[in-house]
Nanobody, 121 residues
Framework: EVKLVESGGGLVQPGGSLRLSCAAS????????LSWVRQAPGKGLEWVSG????????IYADSVRGRFTISRDNAKNTLYLQMNSLKPEDTAVYYC??????????????WGQGTQVTVSS
């Protein structure tokens, strides 16, 4: 059974930092690209970042480029999102998602349950 379990969310002040983690199981982690997707209150899903299976290729939405860093540890079957200089508009539920292939584009076949990030003073 494929599982993606996010953690690390919470309440942080504007300008602060958080690191999200996504622990994966039930598939060969190093074979697949992964992504972070978020959903702000009352809004649709927004793709945030993707990373290829080996970790050497990372791509970002314009809204987070330069502030967020995606990474993965294939030995630990874990995906990360380091979020710096957080803004109130980053408030959302953050999901990790598994791509269908080793490249960070196209569709997903599995999602985590999400972790809430709230940026507020």
């Amino acid at each position: 059974e494929v599982k993606l379990v996010e953690s690390g969310g919470g309440l942080v002040q504007p300008g602060g930092s958080l690191r999200l983690s996504c622990a994966a199981s039930g598939f060969t982690f190093s074979n697949y690209a992964l992504s972070w997707v978020r959903q702000a209150p009352g809004k649709g899903l927004e793709w945030v970042s993707g990373i290829n299976n080996g970790g050497g290729i990372a791509i970002y939405a314009d809204s987070v480029r330069g502030r967020f860093t995606i990474s993965r540890d294939n030995a630990k079957n874990t995906l990360y999102l380091q979020m710096n200089s957080l803004k109130p508009e980053d408030t959302a539920v953050y999901y990790c998602a598994k791509y269908l292939t080793n490249w960070p584009q196209g569709g997903y076949d599995y999602w985590g349950q999400g972790t809430q990030v709230t940026v507020s003073s």
